[in-house]
C-alpha cells in the first residue's frame, strides 16, 4: 500500500497544525498545507511581513519531518543610510518534530536514542508549532550586513583586506601613529 498524501487545510496566521491523524498514519504519510502569515515576529523590534510558501509533514518511524520554503520581507536599517528598506528573504526549512505522548493511548513518551537531540516537541493536544524553527531559519536567511542596494544614499564602502591600506579620509591621521618603533612624533610637548 503506497503512502498516503494530500493537501491539508491552509494556515494563514497560524502556525500550529494538529498532527493527531498524521501520527497514526503509515510511515511516508505526508500532508501538505500553505502558509500565509501578515505579520510574524522574529524579534521585539523585527518583523516579517508577508510570509508565504509551502509546508509539508511527513511521518517518520517516531517523528514528524516538516520541510517548508517560505518567502516575505523584513523592515531593516540599511547600514550606509541608516534609512529603512524592504529585505525580502527566501528560508528553506527541514527540521525534525518529536511526540511527548502517545496518539494512541495517551501516554507520555520517552525520548528515543534514534530521534535527534535538537528535534522540536509536539505538545500534548498533538499540535505541531512551526513558529520557533521558522522564526530562526527566516533570521539566518537575512544579510548580515544589511544594505539598500547600489543605489543607497549612503557612504561608499571600502573593503580592503591589506591591513596597511588607509582609507584617504583618514590619511590625516597617519602622523598620529609615529614611526614603526612605535613611538609617537614629539611636537614640542614635554
Same mark, same amino acid.
Do not use: K, M, W
Given at each position: 500500500m503506497a503512502p498516503d498524501h494530500f493537501r491539508g487545510q491552509d494556515l494563514v496566521n497560524e502556525t500550529r497544525v494538529n498532527v493527531a491523524g498524521l501520527l497514526q498514519a503509515q510511515f511516508g504519510s505526508s500532508r501538505t498545507y500553505a502558509l500565509c502569515l501578515d505579520v510574524f515576529r522574529l524579534d521585539s523590534d523585527l518583523i516579517a511581513k508577508g510570509v508565504a510558501g509551502d509546508v509539508k509533514l511527513t511521518r517518520l518511524r517516531? /517523528?514528524?519531518?516538516?520541510? #517548508? =520554503?517560505?518567502?516575505?520581507?523584513?523592515?531593516?536599517?540599511?547600514?550606509?543610510?541608516?534609512?529603512?528598506? =524592504? /529585505?525580502?528573504?527566501?528560508?528553506?526549512?527541514? =527540521?525534525?518534530? /518529536? &511526540?511527548?505522548?502517545?496518539?494512541?493511548?495517551?501516554?507520555?513518551?520517552? &525520548?528515543?536514542?534514534?530521534?535527534?537531540?535538537? #528535534?522540536?516537541?509536539?505538545?500534548?493536544?498533538? =499540535?505541531?508549532?512551526?513558529?520557533? &524553527?521558522?522564526? /530562526?531559519?527566516?533570521?539566518l536567511a537575512l544579510p548580515m550586513r544589511a544594505d539598500c542596494g547600489p543605489d543607497c544614499p549612503g557612504p561608499d564602502v571600502t573593503e580592503s583586506f591589506d591591513p596597511d591600506a588607509v582609507d584617504d579620509r583618514f590619511a590625516a591621521l597617519t602622523r598620529l601613529l609615529g614611526d614603526e618603533d612605535g613611538k609617537s612624533e614629539s611636537r614640542g610637548v614635554g
Open positions: 517516531e /517523528q514528524i519531518l516538516v520541510d #517548508a =520554503e517560505v518567502s516575505g520581507t523584513v523592515t531593516l536599517e540599511c547600514v550606509r543610510c541608516l534609512q529603512p528598506y =524592504e /529585505q525580502p528573504f527566501l528560508a528553506i526549512l527541514s =527540521e525534525e518534530f /518529536q &511526540p511527548t505522548v502517545d496518539v494512541r493511548n495517551g501516554a507520555e513518551i520517552a &525520548p528515543s536514542d534514534e530521534v535527534s537531540e535538537d #528535534a522540536f516537541s509536539i505538545d500534548d493536544n498533538h =499540535e505541531l508549532d512551526i513558529a520557533e &524553527p521558522l522564526r /530562526q531559519h527566516v533570521v
